[in-house]
């Protein structure tokens, strides 16, 4: 591992304008979605070009383990799947503490995942989540 | 929730009896909650110390 490697371990997730970050994270996947290429399609203009048009497909996919007492986060996302509500979200790749990169948006909640229940084991799911619209990247202050 | 808005909190009662602050401007979250047992707390009434000097009570029995 080279000095420089992030490590998951203090990666965080969370939802609201003043994050409440969910207990229970097992996982998250963060994928930043790709450009949206358009082909050009200008008269007299030959052969047609692609050009970059909008960043589009970002998308968060945590993995938890089922906590009915996070109420303002796991329950909190449930409540938004169901209203097919929007949220802010806060998503802490290294961690929270000063100069660690942030990224924040709105998203919806695309998928709340599939339960299983097995008696040797606890429950977790996976959550999908659509970033709407352009994320920002930062850093905690 | 537009991205200038602000969280708000409300306190309820979850079903376990414990209080604890619910994210209230999140659409439908307080009356999914409700649905899942929970309510809102009852309001309490402080009783002050009533000094009693005296009391009489009389019946219309002898």
Request: net charge negative; proline share 4%; hydrophobic share 35%.
């Given at each position: ?14 939802i ?8 229970g ?17 200008i008269?007299d ?15 968060i996919?945590i ?11 796991q329950?909190?996302?449930g ?8 949220t ?29 229940y ?5 429950m ?6 659509q ?7 930062g850093?905690?202050? | 929730?537009?991205?200038?808005e602000?969280?708000?909190?409300v ?15 999140l659409?439908?979250h ?18 002050n110390?009533?000094q ?11």
């Amino acid at each position: 591992m080279a000095n420089g490697s992030l490590l998951g371990k203090s990666a965080k997730f969370g939802i609201g304008a003043t994050p409440n970050y969910l207990k229970g994270i097992r996982s998250i996947e963060w994928d930043p979605g790709d450009f949206n290429m358009v082909l050009t399609d200008i008269i007299d203009e030959d052969p047609p070009i692609f050009i970059v048009a909008d960043r589009q497909n970002s998308t968060i996919t945590i993995v938890v383990e089922v906590d009915k007492t996070d109420t303002n986060g796991q329950v909190a996302l449930g409540t938004a799947f169901s209203g097919k509500t929007s949220t802010l979200f806060t998503l802490a790749r290294e961690g929270t503490t000063a100069g660690n990169i942030k990224i924040t948006g709105s998203l919806f909640v695309k998928s709340i995942g599939k339960e299983s229940y097995d008696k040797k084991s606890v429950m977790t799911k996976t959550i999908v989540m659509q970033v709407s619209g352009a994320y920002t990247e930062g850093v905690f202050p | 929730m537009a991205e200038e808005e602000k969280d708000s909190f409300v306190t309820m009662v979850n079903p376990d009896g414990v209080e604890e602050e619910v994210w209230s401007n999140l659409p439908g979250h307080v009356d999914r909650l409700l649905t899942l047992g929970w309510s809102y707390p009852v309001p309490k009434i402080e009783v002050n110390k009533i000094q009693m000097k005296s009391l009489t009570i009389t019946t219309d029995k002898e």
